[in-house]
């Protein structure tokens, strides 16, 4: 079965389109073509582009990728999603315990915490930077590359990286 990912985050406008970015970039390292996606789980900033912070970092580290994150449309998880996905990519721990309690018991998607692949750090979720200054989201892009690096590793198992980096 071909892994399919979907990264969660409160609005879906700062981390969780971050963490799909980051994803893609290591989909696109393996030569891997997959559904990656993101979505809230919440409904505040429904319809609404990502952040313009959380664009910025896109457009700092890469650029190839701006686009396609200024295409991008914030949504709401859906039962649908549970099954659309195998792996569904909580940003926090609010996020993880949401997933859990709207987990339909059918569904087979492995719900998980993207630190979770960065056991060897003190942080165990990635701080919502929201309110915080670009040097927050600069953070949180950190440790977002960094744990989907991780992750794609994991899910990707027989894809090595593109000899081309």
């Not at 389109?17 to 891997?32: D, Q, T």
């Not at 979505?39 to 701006?66: F, M, S, V």
């Amino acid at each position: 079965m071909t892994p399919s990912i979907l990264f969660v985050c409160t609005g879906n406008i700062c981390r969780s389109p971050l963490a799909e970015v980051a994803m893609r970039i290591e989909a696109s390292k393996r030569g891997v073509t997959c559904d990656i996606d993101s979505a809230a789980t919440g409904r505040w900033n429904l319809n609404e582009a990502p952040d313009c912070r959380a664009q910025n970092i896109i457009q700092k580290y890469h650029p190839e990728y701006l686009p396609y994150m200024q295409k991008l449309c914030s949504r709401q998880v859906s039962k649908q999603d549970f099954s659309r996905f195998t792996h569904i990519v909580a940003l926090d721990q609010t996020h993880l315990n949401w997933l859990n309690k709207h987990k339909p018991l059918e569904s087979k998607a492995k719900i998980i915490s993207l630190l979770s692949y960065l056991p060897d750090i003190d942080e165990q979720e990635v701080p919502d930077p929201y309110f915080g200054s670009e040097k927050d989201f600069e953070y949180a892009w950190v440790l977002i590359e960094k744990a989907c690096s991780k992750l794609a590793t994991s899910v990707f198992r027989n894809k090595p990286l593109s000899s081309l980096q």
